[in-house]
T-cell receptor, first 117, second 112 residues
Framework: DGGITQSPKYLFRKEGQNVTLSCEQN?????MYWYRQDPGQGLRLIYY???????QKGDIAEGYSVSREKKESFPLTVTSAQKNPTAFYLC????????????????FGDGTRLSIL | GESVGLHLPTLSVQEGDNSIINCAYS??????FIWYKQESGKGPQFIID?????DKRQGQRVTVLLNKTVKHLSLQIAATQPGDSAVYFC???????????FGSGTRLSIRP
């Protein structure tokens, strides 16, 4: 089955601790994304990567870090600098078409819910 | 900056009736539009998309309408069922863009 796998489903962070959320895709997509979703709100972009070994900050990158060493994997680290990390984190991937009008939809994993202990 | 807004944060519909969820966007260069469904505790699921060279696109029980003049799109769900209960997001982007802008979502609830 092709898709995006996020793990763990639930994660708890202690004060001053860094935690890493996993995202793996087998869709052969070039681009991958991390979003944060707070209760009753939409998706806010944290980081994105359009190609291996390259990534860009999104709208709320402070307190987060990412790496893209493999096409299939885009882990997100929530650092101790992120003072309000409690949220639902969503990973997405997208393939690129060729030429104008070739946009494709993003595909999402089922999220990781992060809480503070 | 760019924005995408939904007209109603919540919508309650009688089972069997049609549902209409609306979305407005600000960037006139937008040319690709997507609707997602998000059930509780899950990630958004792709429903249907439409490109700017079309005004209407139909799927199974869903129709998306695009009005580029007023920068508005809508999602129509026919014969709404209990399984349609979810939060619905519209998302907007344009050719060569690396990011998609998401609306804040409309929660659809179904009355028996």
């Amino acid at each position: 089955d092709g898709g995006i796998t996020q793990s763990p489903k639930y994660l708890f962070r202690k004060e001053g601790q860094n935690v890493t959320l996993s995202c793996e895709q087998n869709l052969n997509h070039d681009a991958m994304y991390w979003y944060r979703q707070d209760p009753g709100q939409g998706l806010r972009l944290i980081y994105y990567s359009q190609i291996v070994n390259d990534f860009q900050k999104g709208d709320i990158a402070e307190g987060y870090s990412v790496s893209r060493e493999k096409k299939e994997s885009f882990p997100l680290t929530v650092t101790s600098a992120q003072k309000n990390p409690t949220a639902f984190y969503l990973c997405a991937s997208m393939g690129y078409g060729r030429g104008p009008g070739s946009n494709q939809p993003q595909h999402f994993g089922d999220g990781t819910r992060l809480s503070i202990l | 900056g760019e924005s995408v807004g939904l007209h109603l944060p919540t919508l309650s519909v009688q089972e069997g009736d049609n549902s209409i969820i609306n979305c407005a966007y600000s960037n006139s260069a937008s040319d690709y539009f997507i609707w997602y469904k998000q059930e509780s505790g899950k990630g958004p699921q792709f429903i249907i998309d439409i490109r700017s060279n079309m005004d209407k696109r139909q799927g199974q029980r869903v129709t998306v309408l695009l009005n580029k003049t007023v920068k508005h799109l809508s999602l129509q769900i026919a014969a709404t069922q209990p399984g349609d209960s979810a939060v619905y997001f519209c998302a907007v982007t344009y050719s060569s863009a690396s990011k998609i802008i998401f609306g804040s979502g409309t929660r659809l609830s179904i009355r028996p």
